[in-house]
């Protein structure tokens, strides 16, 4: 709550909206997780759109305001509907948009969606797909979404550090024009868990959703910061430090070859593992995501064709016995009606030894599997 937690935030803010190519104008809010991100990104979204249909949410609530259509993925995160809940839309009340093999949405399905109703309207877009690391084509979308007028909102909880790395940050082209960004310092800036980031393009917006005055608070106009204008909570530990010592101790270039290298060893992953006859790799390997299938092959001698192998129980048993050998930890996930094991290189002190040990760790697994 101190003046120092404030400026911290003010300094680390800075750096964060100059890494991740967000406009100098734009807000933040140092929350506990993208989670709350979201939740704080869409309630600035909720009290903007709704502000300009001429209605005040935080005076008079969400009964009775005009309907609010909400927008997302298929493959959204389920955060962000955990967000949405809290904010009085539930998730049948959400729209869904249709997306392509890798979760991105298709943005002729967005346009038909916004094209099919009236009225204040949120996008929710992704930056890295849980699964795959795909990202959606945010230079489309936001242009789709804002000839709506409607407003724009990026979960980019891992994928938003993309644009941190110059040799990645064409997967995010774009996405600067949103309105609102979640991320997290937690994942791939490697700071310890309770850091969450949110940016708000429009600050007045962002503030209204999440300020509260009091008289023993003593408030008195915009500046200086105060901390718990731009997050959920009133008392809390002073994040900023943190981040502001992970970005000071890493510099630019330190946090892109942070990046870079966790997606290098993302693709040295698939590569062992996709020369194996009988392991699929799902997904394009576009960041830090490998998805990983077994597949077990025809086994002529014994009778069986592929199509008698159960894929799935194979995957499963394949994952049970990497988390059983303890060589590396990963867990399972099903990716479009298909079991798969989920690698997400996401530490800064992974190692090329320590992705051939695990691979190795998985090739046994798989091997074990009974046909
Ligand atoms: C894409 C995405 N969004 C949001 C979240 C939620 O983040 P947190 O767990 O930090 O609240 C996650 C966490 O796994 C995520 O992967």
Known sequence: MSPAGAVVEEVAGAWLRDLLGLPASTSVGFVSGCHM????????????????????????????????????GEEVHVSVLGALRYLGIGTKQVRRVDVDAQGRMLPEALAAALASGSGPAIVCAQAGNVNTGAFDPFDTIVDLAHVHEAWVHVD???????????ALRHHVAGVER????ATDAHKWLNVPYDSGLVFVAHPAAHRAAMSFSAAYLMRSGDE??????????????????????????????????????????????????SAEPSIRILNDVVLNQVLVRVEPQADGARGLSGADVDAD???RDALKRVQDERVCWLGGTRWHGLDAMRISVSNWSTTEEDVDRSADSILRAVRSVPG
């Open 37 to 72: 991100a979201n939740f704080t990104g869409l309630a600035a979204a909720r009290h903007e759109m709704l502000r300009r249909a001429g209605w005040d949410v935080e005076a008079d609530g969400l009964q009775g305001a005009p309907p609010l259509r909400v927008l997302v």
């Open 313 to 315: 129980a194979a995957t």
């Open 156 to 166: 980019g909880a891992f994928g938003l550090w993309a644009a941190a790395s110059p």
């Open 178 to 181: 949103a309105d609102s960004w």
């Open 224 to 273: 200086p910061r105060e901390a718990m204008d731009w997050t959920p909570e009133s008392s809390r530990r002073a994040r900023g430090f943190a981040v502001y010592a992970a970005l000071r101790s890493l510099g630019r270039s330190g946090v892109a070859d942070m990046i870079e290298r966790c997606c290098r060893l993302a693709k040295r992953f698939a590569d062992r593992l």
